[in-house]
């Protein structure tokens, strides 16, 4: 899967998805806490492409 991340009106390249958390995992709740704390409740947008 390649992803792209938006942030202030810029895009960057695509690049490749080589691994995930799966919903309900052990790490997500960690992961998603520090994912809070790095983007400080901005709101963003994602897109994934195939």
């Known amino acids: 899967m390649k992803c792209t991340v938006q ?3 810029s895009s960057s390249d695509a690049f490749d998805i080589r691994s995930e ?3 309900g995992g052990a790490l997500a709740p960690t992961i998603t806490d520090i ?3 790095l ?7 994602t897109r994934a492409f195939q």
């Open 35 to 37: 994912f809070s704390v």
């Open 39 to 45: 983007t400080e409740g901005k709101q963003l947008r």
């Open 21 to 23: 958390v799966k919903q």
């Open 7 to 9: 942030y202030d009106g």
